[in-house]
């Protein structure tokens, strides 16, 4: 057994631990979610569109967005990799043409 396969079976073990000292709770949890959802009335678009923007204002403040300094590095890198790709890019592209006129003077 290797390591991932010793770590997702200790997960187990304590997963199951945890269950086991929960008691019945987790089997009602369990039966409950069996017998599907509540049959509740649909909100209204506006009040899910509320709280679906609201959501996104939560997850948005849990991001780590980068310092201005990062930003600066990246779009250099951004712009410099650009750049040397088109050049690139073009010099294939004179080579190519100037090797099929070539060919074609030469037939």
């Not at 997702?8 to 997963?15: K, N």
């Not at 650009?82 to 690139?88: G, I």
């Amino acid at each position: 057994m290797n390591r991932e396969m010793r770590r997702i079976q200790e997960r187990e073990d304590r997963r199951k631990k945890k269950q086991d000292a929960q008691g019945g709770k987790a089997q009602r949890k369990a039966a409950a979610m069996q017998s599907g959802p509540p049959t509740a009335e649909r909100k209204p678009m506006w009040r899910r569109l509320r709280d679906y923007l609201h959501e996104v204002r939560m997850e948005l403040r849990k991001v780590t967005w980068p310092t201005q300094d990062q930003m600066i590095a990246f779009t250099t890198v951004t712009v410099i990799t650009s750049v040397v790709l088109t050049a690139v890019i073009f010099g294939l592209d004179i080579i190519m043409k100037e090797a099929v006129f070539w060919l074609l003077e030469r037939s």
